[in-house]
Every structure is written in structure tokens, then in C-alpha cells.
């Protein structure tokens, strides 16, 4: 009876090593393709073998899942009908893609008195790396979109700016109706509401004004309207205008917040702009003090929370500037307090990377390798902490740690990494 059972074990056995061998391997998987290549008039031999791979692996992993698509690429001509094309996006994403390449046949024949190149290969495909290569990808193009909304908004105001300055000076006469102050304060109200979505800044701080004058006891107005001289004062100082052009925003933006604060002392908003102001006006010490006040009355105010993770990794670089490695490890510690939600890790890398250097100069390397690792957690694509937490592991004797953060670094693009590797 027992003997008869042994084959039944066995089998149940081998299914769950065959299951758990599967399981290992799910984030990998094997493309057999091919790729042609006509040499081009400028490639050599090398380069042209070389070329052929590439197009067969980019096969590889498109059928795996991916179409790579990239904005720059530099093209070579191959022949009068046809041109290669390839691009740095390009061969790190087939390089972060596939793990082994075996080549299953080769052969060279000739097209239109041209070397035309053939290979038939076996590519193992590690999709893991592949959707990070995607993320990646995804992540700078969205990058590029942003940036080119940026230039498009800094070009609209630069042309209210140029509005602003050539319009004719004169009183401006504003006449109110006296129905009451209920009135009053609904025409204000509804004024604002117009300024805030109004994409416009002579328009809104028309409106604003008018507001202001209307309801000359609400705080909304001049808020609203300090926010948009500060947005000016960016603007002329991004088209690298003259200090007292955007002096004058400045102050006129100060007033309003000081006005406001006279009104309602611990309105957040307000103090958030004084704080903002006395950072235009380099005076760090003051606009701390504005944003750790608004802060204090309410503890989620995210806005203040990032102005100050700001100033405070500022403060710390001037202090490790200065070799003051004790008080910058102090003023870092309000960075980075233990109770952090993990959604700030983001805002924190360069306080992480401070920290991590201090650490370091003070041959503390765990505690060092732990700010670099906070780092990677939110962002694994990061090559300077990568590099930093390498050159540590080296230190410290532990060569795999090392040699996996130099991989890593390596298939991101780092030169540096790529040298140190065998």
C-alpha cells in the first residue's frame, strides 16, 4: 500500500517544483526573431553586425510588449530606399530589456550592389526591467509636456508683462453705487471668484482691485491680489528683467499681505505670502518664521509644509558649505522627522542626499547607506544615489551590493558606472 503511494507523493511533489519554478521565472520570457540590415556608405563591418543585432533585439522587445517610440534619433542612410534609425532611448531600453542574447544563425548576401546583413536570434526578455524602462520612458515624456506647457505659459506672460508696462498711466475713477454693504460685499465676492479663474494678470488684478475697494474689510481680495504681483514679479524675473522692475511687485505685494494679516492676524494664506515675500527679499530667518506660524494653526497646510522643507535644505548646504556638520544635521532633522507620510519621500531626495554626505564625512556609512536607500525607495531610477550607495558598499567590503548598484546605474546611462564594472 505505502508502495504504491510513492509515485502519487513524487508526482504531487514535482507539480509543486514545477509551480514554484514557474512562479520564479513569470517575469521573464523568450522571443526567437530575426533582423536585416543594409550597410550604409559611412559603416563598417563591426558596425554593421553591430547594427543588425540591434534591430533583431528591438523586434524582441516590441513582441514582448513595448513599441519603442522616441523623439530623437539619429538617422543613417543604408541605401537609396531605405535608412536606420536609432536613438539613446532606444538602445538603454533594449539594454535594461533583455538579459541573454543567443545568436541562432548569421549570414551576409549582397542588395543592390550593398552587404545586406541577416541574424536569427533567441532573446530572454526580463519584463520587470521592461516596464521600468516603459515608466521611465512615460515619466520623461510627460516631463517634455510639462515643459513645453511652461514655455508656453512664461511666453503669455511675458506678453502681459510688455501690456502692463506700455499701457498708458492715469487715475483709474471707480464709481459705487450705494445700495448697501451687503451689496457691496456680494459684487466683491463675485469679483473674486471672476480674478481666480481669469488666466489674464492685468485682467485679474483689474478685477482684484476693484473688489478691494468694494469690500475694503476682506482679506480674499488682497490675498488674491498679493498672489498675482508675486506672479509678475516671477515673470520679469524669468525674462531676466531689471531688479526694479520687479521690485515694485514685490512691495506692492507686501502691502497686501501686511494689509490682510492687520485684518485677520492668523489667516494661513497670508502668512504663507509674507512668508513668500520675505523670500523674494532674501530673508530667510523671517519667511521660516511665516511659514512655521502658518503651519502651527494648521498642520496640514502642505503649501507652508514644502516652503520650509525648502528653506531648511538651504539652510543645511549653507551649513555644510561652512563644515558645520553638527548644525546642519539639526536643521535636517525638521527635513526629514520620523513621522514623514511617505508621499513627502519625493520632496525630501536632496535632504536624504545631504544627510547621506554628513553621514559620511562623519564615518557614519550605515546610517549613510540608509538615507541613500529612502532615496531609491521612492526613486530607483536615481543614478547620483545609486553611484553614492556603491562607492559606500566598496567601503564597507560588500562587493555584490556594489556591483548591482553599478549594473543599475550602468543600464540608467551613468558613464561613471559603466567604467567601474568588469
Known sequence: MNVCRVPSILCIATSFLLIFYQAACASETTIVTEGRYVMGDSDTLAIAEERVLRVAQRRAVEEAGLYIESTFQDIEKSSPSQSFQSSTLEIRTIAAAITKTETLESRRSFEHDRPSFYIRIRAVIDLDNLQTAVRRWQSGKRFAEHFRRLQSENAELKAQLHELRTAPASVRTLTIESPGYTKGREQARTLVEKAIVSQHLPRKLDLISQAAALDPQSVEPLI???????????AAYANESRPNEYSNYVDNARMDFDR??????????????????????????????????????????DLARHRLLNLYTAEARRLVAMKQW??????????????????????????????????????QPTQAIDDLSAILQVDPTDRQALLARAELYQEKLQGRSAKDDLERACILGATAACDQLP
Open 260 to 301: 490682510a494679516l492687520l485684518i485677520d492676524p492668523k489667516n494661513t494664506w497670508a502668512l504663507l505670502g509674507r512668508g513668500d515675500v520675505s523670500t523674494w527679499l532674501h530673508q530667510p530667518i523671517e519667511a521660516t518664521h511665516s511659514f512655521e506660524e502658518a503651519l502651527s494653526l494648521d498642520p496640514f497646510f
Open 224 to 234: 488674491v491680489r498679493g498672489q498675482t504681483y508675486l506672479r509678475l514679479a516671477s
Open 326 to 363: 553638527s548644525s546642519a544635521l539639526t536643521v535636517l532633522r525638521k527635513c526629514l522627522p520620523p513621522q514623514t507620510p511617505d508621499s513627502w519621500a519625493s520632496y525630501q531626495k536632496e535632504a536624504y542626499l545631504l544627510r547621506s554626505e554628513i553621514y559620511r564625512k562623519l564615518n
